[in-house]
């Protein structure tokens, strides 16, 4: 077959055999993949109709709209729990956490051990301790401001080992003091 428009584009020599077979190819090869895309298309349909079972457009609308604003709420809450949490370790530092209990015989045999020290720091070993002298006369009692572990009035030896049990531990056990 001779052909002005086959000759002016150049394939004027090829068999129109060839030509018809190359077409028929494309064509198939164009079906197969217009099948493909049919399926991928029933697919994404089938995951569709099932993501809007139940649904219309604006109720999923309002679901997402609820869903932002628990999301904001949610945030919001987590923001003032962390303010809270961190006004309570501000308080907790301050609180008395530390205790130190001596009981002793102030009078050597005379008192029968009624005598004590109390000693109460913070966090920080900061606080008070309190003596209580019992004697037959009767009793008396004292405090000391401790700072840092230390008093700026000079202490007993109970008291200095009340001191040292607050600060050193977090037993809350009473000892004797022989």
């Given at each position: 077959?001779n052909?002005?428009?086959?000759?002016?584009?150049?394939?004027?020599?090829?068999?129109?055999?060839?030509?018809?077979?190359?077409?028929?190819?494309?064509?198939?090869?164009?079906?197969?993949?217009?099948?493909?895309?049919?399926v991928?298309?029933?697919?994404?349909?089938?995951?569709?109709?099932?993501?809007m079972?139940?649904?219309?457009?604006?109720?999923?609308?309002?679901?997402i709209?609820?869903?932002?604003?628990?999301?904001?709420?949610?945030?919001?809450?987590?923001?003032?729990?962390?303010?809270?949490?961190?006004?309570?370790?501000e308080?907790?530092?301050?609180?008395?956490?530390?205790?130190?209990?001596?009981?002793?015989?102030?009078?050597?045999?005379?008192?029968?051990?009624?005598?004590?020290?109390?000693?109460?720091?913070?966090?920080?070993?900061?606080?008070?301790?309190?003596?209580?002298?019992?004697?037959?006369?009767?009793?008396?009692?004292?405090?000391?401001?401790?700072?840092?572990?230390?008093?700026?009035?000079?202490?007993?030896?109970?008291?200095?080992?009340?001191?040292?049990?607050?600060?050193?531990?977090?037993?809350?056990?009473?000892?004797?003091?022989?």
């Open positions: 077959m052909s002005n428009f086959f000759n002016s584009i150049g394939i004027g020599g090829i068999d129109a055999g060839y030509i018809f077979l190359g077409l028929i190819i494309t064509i198939v090869v164009l079906l197969v993949l217009i099948i493909m895309a049919f991928q298309i029933n697919k994404f349909k089938k995951k569709y109709q099932k993501f079972l139940g649904k219309d457009a604006s109720s999923l609308e309002d679901d709209i609820t869903l932002y604003e628990d999301n904001k709420f949610i945030k919001s809450s987590v923001e003032a729990n962390r303010e809270n949490i961190k006004k309570l370790f308080k907790h530092e301050t609180t008395f956490q530390k205790l130190g209990l001596v009981k002793y015989d102030a009078f050597k045999e005379m008192g029968g051990k009624l005598s004590f020290v109390l000693v109460l720091l913070d966090e920080n070993n900061s606080g008070f301790l309190i003596n209580s002298v019992h004697s037959s006369e009767g009793c008396y009692s004292y405090s000391k401001r401790i700072k840092n572990g230390e008093s700026a009035i000079p202490l007993s030896n109970e008291e200095k080992v009340a001191v040292e049990r607050a600060v050193g531990s977090s037993s809350n056990d009473a000892e004797y003091l022989d």
